[in-house]
């Protein structure tokens, strides 16, 4: 069973930075899952933020190009999502997903808060 766990939110003020990570575990073939940031707002649908295929084939949701990058380091089993200029809409909490064939995995999310 896969396991991803995710770290790095918390609090910024607007115009800041956060990096998140995910770490997966769980005898998991790492470099051949499409890994993809997520956020929930309250009381909003999910929406994906993010995503990395491969190495280094990226995507992005419209809101978030040119603030937000993603990477993932395959030795550490780990996806990041590099945060900048942070606005109070990027409020949310922040899922990990891990998905390749029919198989798709989720963390429990992490709390961002962008406020003054």
């Known amino acids: 069973q896969v396991q991803l766990v995710e770290s790095g939110g918390g609090l910024v003020q607007p115009g800041g930075s956060l990096t998140l990570s995910c770490a997966a575990s769980?005898?998991?073939?790492?470099?051949?899952?499409?890994m993809g940031w997520y956020r929930q707002a309250p009381g909003k649908q999910r929406e994906l933020v993010a995503a990395i295929i491969g190495s280094s084939t990226t995507t992005y949701e419209d809101s978030v190009k040119g603030r937000f990058t993603i990477s993932r380091d395959n030795a550490k089993n780990t996806v990041y999502l590099r945060m900048n200029s942070l606005k109070p809409e990027d409020t949310a909490v922040y899922y990990c997903?891990?998905?390749?064939?029919?198989?798709?995995?989720w963390g429990q999310g992490t709390q961002v808060t962008v406020s003054s």
């Open positions: 769980g005898g998991i073939f790492f470099s051949i899952y499409t």
């Open positions: 997903n891990a998905g390749v064939g029919g198989a798709n995995y």
